[in-house]
T-cell receptor
Framework: QQQVKQSPQSLIVQKGGISIINCAYENTAFDYFPWYQQFPGKGPALLIAIRPDVSEKKEGRFTISFNKSAKQFSLHIMDSQPGDSATYFCAARGGTSYDKVIFGPGTSLSVIP | EAQVTQNPRYLITVTGKKLTVTCSQNMNHEYMSWYRQDPGLGLRQIYYSMNVEVTDKGDVPEGYKVSRKEKRNFPLILESPSPNQTSLYFC????????????FGPGTRLTVT
């Protein structure tokens, strides 16, 4: 129940298209849901985050949608660009400890011209 | 520049030869953490620390040690490395109570033969 599930494992999107990555969790004690972006050869970097009392958060071309009743959340990347090609991790804070973050397995996104 | 640094970036070693990976941050963060990243498994926490002399096990602590003698440094020690510890390792830091907003180092690629 400390797991965060993520799909798809990999995703190929044409430039200008919408990239959608989905995550799900079981533990209702999770209280903060960040997304991290990782470029090859780099460490992950915080991209955007949401609390469960908010259904949607938008920052530029990136939007998190949150469905508390379904225990699911997703990342939408609008007008996807080749520069968005990276690995994306969803994550959740809380559960057995509010000092920890549980990461999903990651989605490798490739945006092709 | 605010950053987390790790050394070395790449390391090839043999089974049983003790090694230390250093981590340092210049943001005066109380919280520091070590993760390992493996394909399909995402980021798994090894150990974390909420302050000097305060450390706790993460999800995969077996075979690792840490110490926190100074606020800025959090070295990872493998006393007797084994091939199953071949992985990509990341150090991260954040303000206390905000592990969802961690700053990651560039990673250390470790190969144990």
């Amino acid at each position: 129940q400390q797991q965060v599930k993520q799909s798809p494992q990999s995703l190929i999107v044409q430039k200008g298209g919408i990239s959608i990555i989905n995550c799900a969790y079981e533990n209702t004690a999770f209280d903060y849901f960040p997304w991290y972006q990782q470029f090859p050869g780099k460490g992950p970097a915080l991209l955007i985050a949401i609390r469960p009392d908010v259904s949607e958060k938008k920052e530029g071309r990136f939007t998190i949608s949150f469905n508390k009743s379904a225990k699911q959340f997703s990342l939408h990347i609008m007008d996807s660009q080749p520069g968005d090609s990276a690995t994306y991790f969803c994550a959740a804070r809380g559960g057995t400890s509010y000092d920890k973050v549980i990461f999903g397995p990651g989605t490798s996104l490739s945006v092709i011209p | 520049e605010a950053q987390v640094t790790q050394n070395p970036r790449y390391l090839i070693t043999v089974t049983g030869k003790k090694l230390t990976v250093t981590c340092s941050q210049n943001m005066n963060h109380e919280y520091m953490s070590w993760y390992r990243q493996d394909p399909g498994l995402g980021l798994r926490q090894i150990y974390y620390s909420m302050n000097v002399e305060v450390t706790d096990k993460g999800d995969v602590p077996e075979g690792y040690k840490v110490s926190r003698k100074e606020k800025r440094n959090f070295p990872l020690i493998l006393e007797s490395p084994s091939p199953n510890q071949t992985s990509l390792y990341f150090c991260a830091s954040s303000l206390l109570g905000q592990p969802y907003e961690q700053y990651f180092g560039p990673g250390t690629r470790l190969t144990v033969t």
